[in-house]
């Protein structure tokens, strides 16, 4: 059975005739810590106070359900890219089993998904940057963190690896730091400002875990779900890690114990030392926590650890975007430049252009300084683009199962619950979808999305009419026969 995948198949050779690899520069402690900051984004630190206005305690369960929902994607893309270490990402297995047109689409909408998540972050690092420098113009700290992450991102991958590791490292830090505090908090029985003293029982004691109603309940998962963007990336570290077959298992396993840990018990903790009611939207619960706790510099700590936070997925967001463009032209669906390595191993040339569409960040930052309004939609376009990237994952999955189940009977990392749990998430995803048309906001967000989608089917038109497009085309075919005929040779066996 041919197992090659198509940028496998058709990459650029190097001048000594092997082909253009990435170098597998990734620890286990790297990879379990860019899987835990893939978890905690700004999303957590700043968006979970409107999550909390809008649901009440019942907040706890919108988080748990993404999580446990989102557990099952990354169970399923383990299993895939451990069927072939060939694939370096989901974007290769999509292509493999689905055909080229999954891996294109794929790849590109989740470069259009870091891309516009880490204009979202850049505007966030600027305004975080505004709490030390007032009258500091907003554009001049987004240019220069893009600066700051390209150097990053150009010296080698295992820089990538360190930035990532410290960069989560501090946010694991705060978030195990409030929780400690808020237990203290309710050991001494302390008293928020509005008269209600810190207890567990202030979760149910004012109208109950869902005092919103149903809608309150499901207006949270609009919000919450961004939080959960950038929980795939380990997915897209296959390529670099020491060891996959051992650490990305341990990475995608741990992420029920980090879902509980750090978005769970953080809520349950906030809510329990200040009464839901009493928590603002529109500022960060963490920094009203620690403000609450007489630690007078709660405020400058919190927003440096809010600044690290953006700045680490807007890191990530590059490291990403670079290595889609990397698979992309090995597939001869984006310029054979961007697949050029530099002597650290790493793509400079596809570095330096999701760079260029960075800078929209700055450029957008000195056209209007007050655009909050755009962060919430840009924010809401990202989370809707990573919902179809995880749709690609599980709809691969399924075709995975039917069309080579002699790989998934070996595979020693299986996903649970296997395809049934497959449509129960699409069904999920399905909800979600629904869940942002309730609110104009995410509305909006979401009719500009299809745009998008327009855009690339009149691009991939004109593509797949090229000779190497046509060659991928046929290999996908011939590999879809060949597994028919290993499947039914093996049901004549039995």
Same mark, same amino acid.
């Given at each position: 059975?041919?197992?090659?995948?198509?940028?496998?198949?058709?990459?650029?050779?190097?001048?000594?005739?092997?082909?253009?690899?990435?170098?597998?520069?990734?620890?286990?402690?790297?990879?379990?810590?860019?899987?835990?900051?893939?978890?905690?984004?700004?999303?957590?630190?700043?968006?979970?106070?409107?999550?909390?206005?809008?649901?009440?305690?019942?907040?706890?369960?919108?988080?748990?359900?993404?999580?446990?929902?989102?557990?099952?994607?990354?169970?399923?893309?383990?299993?895939?890219?451990?069927?072939?270490?060939?694939?370096?990402?989901?974007?290769?297995?999509?292509?493999?089993?689905?055909?080229? /047109?999954?891996?294109?689409?794929?790849?590109?909408?989740?470069?259009?998904?870091?891309?516009?998540?880490?204009? *979202?972050?850049?505007?966030?690092?600027?305004?975080?940057?505004?709490?030390?420098?007032?009258?500091?113009?907003?554009?001049? &700290?987004?240019?220069?963190?893009?600066?700051?992450?390209?150097?990053?991102?150009?010296? #080698? $991958?295992?820089?990538?690896?360190?930035? =990532?590791?410290?960069?989560?490292?501090?946010?694991? $830090?705060?978030?195990?730091?409030?929780?400690? +505090?808020?237990? +203290?908090?309710?050991?001494?029985?302390?008293?928020?400002?509005?008269?209600?003293?810190?207890?567990?029982?202030?979760?149910?004691?004012?109208?109950?875990?869902?005092?919103?109603? &149903?809608?309150?309940?499901?207006?949270?998962?609009?919000?919450?779900?961004?939080?959960?963007?950038?929980?795939?990336?380990?997915?897209?570290?296959? @390529?670099?890690?020491?060891?996959?077959?051992?650490?990305?298992?341990?990475?995608?396993?741990?992420?029920?114990?980090?879902?509980?840990?750090?978005?769970?018990?953080?809520?349950?903790?906030?809510?329990?030392?200040?009464?839901?009611? =009493?928590?603002? @939207?529109?500022?960060?619960?963490?920094? @009203?926590?620690?403000?609450?706790?007489?630690?007078?510099?709660?405020?400058?700590?919190?927003?440096?650890?809010?600044?690290?936070?953006?700045?680490?997925?807007?890191?990530?967001?590059?490291?990403?975007?670079?290595?889609?463009?990397?698979?992309?032209?090995? =597939?001869?669906?984006?310029?054979?430049?961007?697949?050029?390595?530099?002597?650290?191993?790493?793509?400079?040339? @596809?570095?330096?252009?999701?760079?260029?569409?960075?800078?929209?960040?700055?450029?957008?930052?000195?056209?209007? &300084? #007050?655009?909050?309004?755009?962060?919430?939609?840009?924010?809401?376009?990202? *989370?809707?683009?990573?919902?179809? +990237?995880?749709?690609?994952?599980?709809? #691969?999955?399924?075709?995975?199962?039917?069309?080579?189940?002699?790989?998934?009977? *070996?595979?020693?990392?299986?996903?649970?619950?296997?395809?049934?749990?497959?449509?129960?998430?699409?069904?999920?995803?399905?909800?979600? $979808?629904? *869940?942002?048309?309730?609110?104009?906001?995410?509305?909006?967000?979401?009719?500009?999305?299809?745009? /998008?989608?327009?855009?690339?089917?009149? $691009?991939?038109?004109?593509?797949?009419?090229? &000779?190497?497009?046509?060659?991928?085309?046929?290999?996908?075919?011939?590999?879809?026969?060949?597994?028919?005929?290993?499947?039914?040779?093996?049901?004549?066996?039995?």
């Amino acid at each position: 059975m041919s197992m090659k995948t198509p940028s496998v198949a058709t990459s650029p050779r190097t001048s000594s005739g092997q082909q253009p690899h990435l170098a597998r520069s990734l620890s286990n402690r790297h990879i379990q810590l860019i899987a835990i900051g893939g978890a905690i984004g700004t999303g957590l630190f700043m968006g979970s106070g409107k999550t909390i206005a809008l649901a009440g305690p019942s907040v706890i369960f919108v988080y748990m359900i993404i999580g446990f929902m989102l557990f099952f994607v990354m169970r399923a893309m383990g299993e895939l890219l451990l069927s072939n270490l060939e694939y370096k990402t989901f974007s290769d297995f999509a292509g493999d089993l689905l055909g080229p /047109w999954a891996g294109f689409f794929t790849s590109w909408t989740y470069w259009l998904c870091w891309i516009v998540t880490g204009i *979202a972050e850049l505007i966030a690092i600027a305004l975080y940057t505004s709490f030390w420098w007032p009258d500091l113009p907003l554009w001049i &700290p987004a240019l220069a963190a893009v600066g700051l992450l390209l150097g990053l991102n150009l010296t #080698s $991958v295992r820089a990538f690896g360190e930035t =990532e590791f410290w960069f989560a490292l501090i946010k694991i $830090v705060a978030i195990v730091t409030l929780i400690v +505090v808020g237990l +203290v908090m309710v050991i001494t029985h302390f008293k928020s400002p509005g008269g209600a003293p810190a207890s567990f029982s202030n979760l149910w004691n004012d109208g109950g875990m869902f005092p919103t109603g &149903p809608m309150g309940f499901i207006a949270g998962f609009q919000i919450a779900v961004f939080a959960f963007v950038g929980l795939e990336l380990i997915g897209t570290t296959a @390529a670099e890690a020491k060891d996959p077959e051992k650490n990305l298992p341990k990475a995608i396993n741990s992420i029920p114990i980090r879902i509980m840990l750090f978005y769970v018990v953080a809520l349950i903790m906030i809510m329990t030392v200040t009464p839901w009611r =009493e928590v603002t @939207a529109e500022a960060s619960p963490f920094v @009203a926590m620690f403000s609450l706790a007489g630690i007078g510099i709660a405020a400058g700590v919190i927003n440096f650890v809010v600044l690290t936070s953006a700045t680490s997925s807007a890191n990530s967001g590059l490291y990403s975007t670079s290595r889609m463009m990397f698979g992309l032209a090995g =597939e001869g669906t984006a310029p054979g430049r961007f697949q050029r390595l530099s002597r650290h191993r790493v793509p400079a040339n @596809a570095l330096l252009f999701s760079c260029t569409f960075l800078l929209v960040s700055a450029v957008l930052l000195y056209a209007n &300084p #007050s655009i909050i309004a755009v962060f919430t939609v840009v924010t809401t376009m990202s *989370a809707v683009l990573f919902i179809f +990237v995880w749709t690609i994952i599980l709809v #691969s999955y399924i075709v995975f199962r039917k069309r080579r189940p002699a790989l998934h009977a *070996a595979s020693k990392f299986k996903m649970p619950g296997g395809v049934y749990m497959c449509y129960v998430v699409l069904a999920f995803f399905a909800f979600l $979808v629904w *869940a942002l048309t309730q609110k104009t906001d995410t509305l909006q967000a979401l009719l500009v999305t299809p745009v /998008w989608f327009i855009g690339l089917g009149i $691009v991939w038109a004109v593509i797949r009419r090229r &000779p190497e497009q046509v060659a991928h085309h046929e290999l996908h075919r011939a590999n879809v026969q060949t597994d028919r005929d290993a499947r039914r040779a093996q049901v004549s066996v039995d």
